[in-house]
């Protein structure tokens, strides 16, 4: 499935459907998925894309709507 993006904020993405989500750019070498309350927090490297972050996004979708 396609997606496309919103740029909601700064660093917060929405993907249609169904959520948005909190991108962070951070020093590590993996990127890590948290999801609470708030939603969807994405942190990742800043040499990994956000078509990258995407695709990952949607590999995870079910878990994340799982954790929503």
Known sequence: LQRK???AGKNDFLLT???TY???RAKRKTVGFIV???GVTVRAPSWVS???IEKMLQ???DWIQ???
Do not use: G, Q
């Open 50 to 52: 956000v078509s990258e």
């Open 36 to 38: 609470d309350e708030r």
């Open 5 to 7: 993006i919103k740029k």
């Open 17 to 19: 459907p169904p959520f």
């Open 66 to 68: 799982k954790k929503l």
């Open 59 to 61: 590999t995870k979708e």
């Open 22 to 24: 909190h991108l962070e």
